[in-house]
């Protein structure tokens, strides 16, 4: 069974479980987090979510990259390093994508947050990466290339974040996509620093280029 999977598995037990009581105590609390210590909720917010629809996208898009990108960085990276990876990457994404809304947050008594995405964004991005030129559905419908489809989400993330009129955390969209690519760079930079130069020839070559895949 691959990590993806077991991930997916993890997080919607954790998540139907939270829906019958304990939501409370896993959640993305930074006032809590500052005051009481709760530093586990760094963690523990990326494997529980408020509704179906929010866990049935996220493990959707999770399903639909990760075991590409489990792939990718077993093939670049070596099996054992590659799986250690892409491990690190997922859980340290949901580190990272809540450290902004953590500073942002941790005088507001009145702000909380759950779910998957920013980690998510960053297995998005590591695909990215390595294939530019692959064909991604905007909104779930209009086809473009997965680098258009990056720029684009990163600044409707930005700007959506600045708006702050919606409940979505947009932030850690934002963050989790970026520590995606540098994570995923920083991993060539220890295993197999030679696939730094694939990512620069595959992005100038445009879609003329065979990727992984092909």
Known sequence: MSITLI???MTVIISLQAFNGGMDKLLFYPYAMKREG????????GFVHNDFGLLAINMFVLYMFGEQ??????????????????IAMYVLGILVSSAYSYFKHKDNPMYRAVGASGAVSAVTFAF???APWEW???FF?????????GVLYLIYSQYMERRGND???????????VWGIVFTIG??????PGILNYFIAVLLAGPSMPSFFQ
């Open 7 to 9: 991930i997916i598995i």
């Open 38 to 45: 709760q530093l586990y909720r760094f963690l523990s917010h």
């Open 69 to 86: 990108v489990e792939f990718l960085f077993e093939e670049a990276f070596g099996l054992l390093e590659g799986k250690i990876a892409f």
């Open 128 to 130: 990215i990466l390595f």
């Open 136 to 138: 991604l559905l905007l």
């Open 141 to 149: 419908v209009i086809p473009i290339p997965g680098i258009v489809f």
């Open 167 to 177: 409940n979505i955390g947009h932030d850690a969209h934002f963050w989790g996509s």
């Open 187 to 192: 991993a060539a930079l220890i295993f197999n």
